[in-house]
Structure formats: structure tokens, C-alpha cells
């Protein structure tokens, strides 16, 4: 893919997500049914704003790219006849969202059959977008555009850990492994979804850690944190790019420790 078409996708990206915030934000803060997908005792809220959020996305793409593939966490996989897929989560963060609170974000990637090639993550509400490609990572608001870099963190000592939710691990010894990098940590905390991911972009956290995901879920987090000189993979240090166990690094040196300590639980 050259650079001029690379620029035109992400462009098109951009107003997907413009598209979506439009019609998300009518339902932030009000009152809304939540559904449950899960019928075994637990809980994986969707709510319109997901449902007609990712709709609008996937129809706008389905008519300027006929060609491309579509993944979306609401409905499903279309084929792609040119090896080029989007990959979409309407609101991630949909516990947030309902909650009221800003810790979520319209994820979009496109992915060549190899890996992700861009990724945004938009937060209408607050007006921020954080964009990634081999082009480079940057994040704006408000008209202004800011490139994005991570922070040096040599050490685990001196790193600032999060993930989303404790209950959110795959399983327990998934979330015992994470304390234990946690430990040797300068502070670790809760909550945050794709924001986390944004914000280690940003050069404010060393380190994300989480696992159970899906492939919508960090598609289009791992173009942005490459891009600002980050360094994202699975638990034995491979592709993230199909979810699962995944560790996120500002610096190449925390992630090679994090990643030492988590080894034995990698699958």
C-alpha cells in the first residue's frame, strides 16, 4: 500500500468515526435499556448506541469499498475479496459508557491480511482522536493535532501499570500473574479500556495487561502504539493482533520484564 492510499483510508476512517460519535452521543448520559449478550450468569452489556453505531460504519464502508471485509463485535464477519478487513468495536468500553463515565472510545482498524495497517480511537464526548499508522501517531482535539510518543521506562520500579477490570481476566491465574508484575511496580490501577492504550501512547503510562480479548477489541490500539515507539504483543511475545492475552509497553525494557514474569501463564 503506498503512502497516498494509506493517507486516503485513514482519512475515510476519520469519518466513520465522525459518523458513529454522531450517533452515539444522543445516548451518553440518558436514560437507555441495556441488553445482556451472555445468558450463563454473566454480563456483556450492548445498548442501541453500539448497535446503530457500528450499522452506520459498516454501511459506509460496505458502499466505497464494496471489497473490503468487515469484523464487527455486533454483527459479525463479512469477507473480504481483496485481503484488506476492517475491524470495528462500536464503544469499547460499553460499562463505562452506560455508567456514564468518558473511559470509552469507537475503535477502528484495518487490517491487510498480515496486521493492522491504522487504527483510531475516537472519544466523541471529549473530542479527542488518537491515530495510527506507519505514518506516524498523533493525537487531536479541537482542531490541533499532537504527535504522540511513549515515555522511556528502563525499570518495572519506576513503571505505572493498569488494566481494565480485575473480574475482566480470562481466569484467575491470569489476573494473579498481572499482581505479580503489578508488584515490582511504582503504582498500578483499574479501569480504562482502549483508553489505557491511548494514554501509554501518549508517554503517560508504562505498561496494559490484559487478556480475554477479542480481535475488534485491540486492533486499532496496535497501529497507535507502534507508531509512538511502543511495543504491543501477546504473552509469549507474538501478534496481538487476534486478541487473547495481551501486554502493551511504552518501552521495549519494561515490556521484556513484564513479559519475563508472565511467561508461565502464556498460552
Not at 491465574?173 to 511496580?185: K, P, W
Not at 483508553?195 to 497507535?224: C, F, K, N, R
Not at 511502543?230 to 501478534?239: A, D, Q, S
Amino acid at each position: 500500500m503506498q503512502d497516498a492510499e494509506l493517507r486516503t483510508l485513514i482519512e475515510f476512517a476519520g469519518t466513520l468515526a465522525d459518523a458513529a460519535g454522531a450517533v452515539i452521543l444522543p445516548h451518553f448520559r440518558s436514560t437507555l435499556d441495556v441488553d445482556n449478550k451472555k445468558n450463563d450468569g454473566k454480563f456483556d452489556p450492548v445498548t442501541i448506541a453500539d448497535r446503530d453505531a457500528e450499522q452506520i460504519i459498516r454501511s459506509r464502508i460496505m458502499a466505497a469499498y464494496s471489497e473490503h471485509g468487515i469484523l464487527g463485535e455486533e454483527f459479525g464477519a463479512l469477507e473480504s475479496s481483496n485481503g484488506l478487513t476492517w475491524c470495528i468495536d462500536p464503544i469499547d468500553g460499553t460499562r463505562a459508557f452506560i455508567m456514564g463515565l468518558p473511559q470509552w472510545g469507537v475503535l477502528i482498524a484495518l487490517h491487510d491480511g498480515a496486521a493492522p495497517v491504522l487504527g483510531i480511537m475516537d472519544q466523541p464526548f471529549t473530542g479527542e482522536r488518537f491515530i495510527g499508522s506507519r505514518l506516524g501517531a498523533h493525537a487531536t482535539r479541537n482542531g490541533k493535532s499532537t504527535p504522540m510518543r511513549t515515555r522511556a521506562c528502563a525499570a518495572l520500579a519506576d513503571a505505572v501499570l493498569t488494566t481494565t477490570h480485575p473480574g475482566a481476566f480470562g481466569k484467575t491465574s491470569e489476573h494473579d500473574a498481572y499482581l505479580r508484575v503489578a508488584a515490582h511496580t511504582r503504582m498500578h490501577r483499574y479501569g480504562g479500556d482502549c483508553y489505557s492504550y491511548a494514554m501509554l501512547a501518549h508517554g503517560l503510562i508504562d505498561l496494559v495487561i490484559e487478556t480475554a480479548l477479542q480481535p475488534y477489541d485491540i486492533q486499532a490500539l496496535i497501529p497507535i502504539i507502534q507508531a509512538a515507539g511502543g511495543v504491543i504483543t501477546n504473552w509469549r511475545g507474538g501478534p496481538a493482533d487476534q486478541g487473547g492475552q495481551v501486554i502493551a509497553a511504552g518501552d521495549a525494557r519494561a515490556h521484556a520484564l513484564a513479559l519475563e514474569i508472565l511467561k508461565a501463564d502464556a498460552e
